[in-house]
């Protein structure tokens, strides 16, 4: 399994400006997101 995990981003997943997540994360298992949310909220095993 491949795994990627972006931190330390801004996101707008629902294209609204004023659902922004600051401090965001988004992590990627084959090709695939499998989790975005706030950084803080992260599930323990998607952590690097």
């Known amino acids: 399994m491949k ?3 972006w ?3 801004r ?3 629902a294209d609204d400006p004023d659902h922004t997540i ?3 994360a988004i992590a990627v298992e ?3 997101i499998a989790w975005l949310g706030a950084h ?3 599930p ?3 952590k690097q």
């Open 3 to 5: 795994r990627t995990l």
């Open 7 to 9: 931190q330390n981003l």
């Open 11 to 13: 996101v707008c997943p």
């Open 22 to 24: 600051d401090d965001a």
């Open 30 to 32: 084959n090709g695939k």
């Open 40 to 42: 803080a909220d992260l």
């Open 44 to 46: 323990g095993d998607m």
